[in-house]
């Protein structure tokens, strides 16, 4: 049996945008469409089934926005991905709150809309897998749970990267960035239960890059080429302060 290849839906103003996505995307196995307004992409929904919709909000006629809302009364199970230059963080959590599955701001990088995409459409078909595209009546109240704390951890998301866009990537500590999320977390109303699990794995996150980044440089300080750099290094510093010494 032959799998279908995923559909996604591109709508992005700028063509340069869309071809860009277009190409980046077709290359990775995905069918691709695009188009350059809301109304033409919620033609497109009612015409054609996709998998996933990567949509902008800043859009000619009707938002994103806008088109999210209509999305959520009339293609519920098709997930959308903002991508968007509105870094702001209240733009981010209203549009996680209408049901967005994620939320990045351009200049993107094409391996994060890639890795989005892939848990996206991962998580969509565990969600069938496990039912939980049933009715509410036929969805049990385990199920239920997870799926609130599985939009309260992508709400929590959203607003980390709108903070993380106001600092300064160079010298903004990243507790600074988990605190001010979880400050704004509370503020939002979502659930202490919630913020609390997200907090605990971006720690752990945090924790397992700490380890790699620690882990290479062990081996590059244990590298004999690295040693001879090193070594070839501090000769030139050392020769030219003799240098220096002498004249």
């Not at 859009?59 to 959308?80: F, N, W």
């Not at 010298?171 to 977390?185: F, K, N, Y």
Request: contains cysteine.
């Amino acid at each position: 049996m032959v799998c279908e290849k995923p559909r996604v839906l591109i709508v992005d103003d700028e063509q340069v945008v869309c071809d860009l996505l277009h190409d980046e995307l077709s290359g990775q196995g995905y069918l691709c469409a695009t188009v350059l307004t809301g109304n033409d992409a919620l033609t497109k929904l009612a015409m054609q089934d996709f998998d996933v919709v990567l949509l902008d909000i800043r859009l000619p006629g009707i938002s994103g926005i806008e088109v999210l809302r209509k999305m959520q009364s009339h293609h519920r199970t098709t997930p959308a991905i903002m991508i968007t230059a509105i870094n702001e963080v209240e733009t981010a959590v209203e549009t996680m709150q209408l049901g967005a599955s994620d939320y990045i701001v351009k200049p993107f990088d094409l391996d994060r809309v890639n890795t989005s995409i892939r848990t996206v459409l991962d998580t969509k078909t565990c969600l069938h897998e496990t039912g939980a595209y049933q009715t509410p009546l036929c969805v049990s109240s385990e199920q239920e749970d997870d799926e609130d704390m599985d939009k309260s951890f992508n709400q929590m998301n959203a607003i980390a990267y709108g903070v993380e866009a106001k600092y300064d990537l160079l010298t903004g500590r990243p507790e600074i960035v988990t605190q001010a999320t979880m400050d704004i977390a509370l503020r939002l109303g979502i659930p202490e239960k919630a913020i609390q699990r997200w907090a605990a794995a971006r720690a752990r996150l945090g924790s397992e890059g700490n380890r790699v980044i620690k882990s290479a440089l062990d081996k590059l300080n244990r590298s004999p080429l690295a040693q001879r750099i090193l070594g070839m290094t501090e000769s030139h510093l050392y020769g030219t302060n003799s240098d220096e010494s002498q004249n």
